[in-house]
């Protein structure tokens, strides 16, 4: 009776160790991996997920470091596997979070500089027209001239605003960006019309024809100021944009 209880208890001790495939060890040679399918079957859905983003994880690292051996540290179990992956997700996600709230400060930085900016000066774009290619006034193709009216809302002078001027359709798809640069003044608390900026058309590009062709009422025009000078030498600016 008791050599059929120790039998016994081998043959139930067995089957336990059968029933754990988190125990079985991968093997250092991944040609022998395949020796895994059996206990990687008997793994719930998710730790199979887990363990085959390990296993995917560990081949990629491998073969972008430019090792032909994986890096499967000896002794690793599935169960070690699906562990590590866990880890390493949960630490990415921990990462990821804060990468978003450093992206959220920013922004937040960036669209509380822009409103002062604004509060600052405004930048409208008053007249859009088409002049004509003109040999004799040296213009080679056809160009874009633009009127700004331009408002300083401070008791300083202004000595120059720099920024963005975005021209987006009547249903609200970019147009185009576009850069500009003023070296103006503007009195304290006045307005003034500004002139002499515009933009050579390049008939090859759709964003150039469009432009030239879409009426400035059919248009939304805005400016999303970058810096403002002071006469003075004080500046305000804004961030250029959230990490990415």
């Not at 185009?176 to 003044?185: V, Y």
Request: aromatic share 6%.
């Amino acid at each position: 009776m008791k050599r059929i209880a120790v039998v016994a208890l081998l043959v139930l001790s067995l089957t336990a160790g059968c029933s754990r495939p988190k125990s079985t060890v991968i093997p250092s040679d991944p040609q022998k991996w395949d020796q895994l399918a059996d206990s990687v079957k008997k793994l719930s859905d998710d730790d199979r997920k887990e363990f085959t983003a390990y296993m995917m994880r560990v081949s990629m690292a491998s073969a972008f470091s430019g090792n032909k051996a994986i890096a499967v540290p000896p002794g690793t179990t599935i169960g070690d596997a699906i562990s590590d992956q866990k880890k390493w997700e949960a630490d990415q996600q921990a990462e990821e979070a804060k990468a978003n709230i450093l992206k959220a400060k920013v922004a937040a930085e960036r669209s509380a500089a822009m409103k002062k900016l604004s509060d600052t000066a405004t930048v409208a774009l008053a007249d859009l027209t088409v002049l004509p290619k003109n040999y004799d006034a040296g213009r080679f193709s056809d160009r874009l001239s633009f009127i700004y009216a331009v408002d300083n809302h401070t008791g300083k002078a202004i000595s120059g605003i720099k920024g963005t001027v975005v021209f987006k359709d009547q249903f609200g798809a970019d147009i185009e960006r576009m850069g500009l640069s003023m070296d103006e003044d503007i009195a304290p608390n006045s307005s003034r019309a500004i002139t002499g900026y515009g933009k050579d058309i390049n008939q090859f590009e759709d964003n150039d024809t469009k432009l030239a062709v879409t009426p400035l009422s059919k248009m939304h025009v805005t400016f999303e100021p970058q810096m403002i000078n002071f006469a003075d030498g004080t500046s305000l600016t804004a961030p250029d944009g959230d990490p990415s």
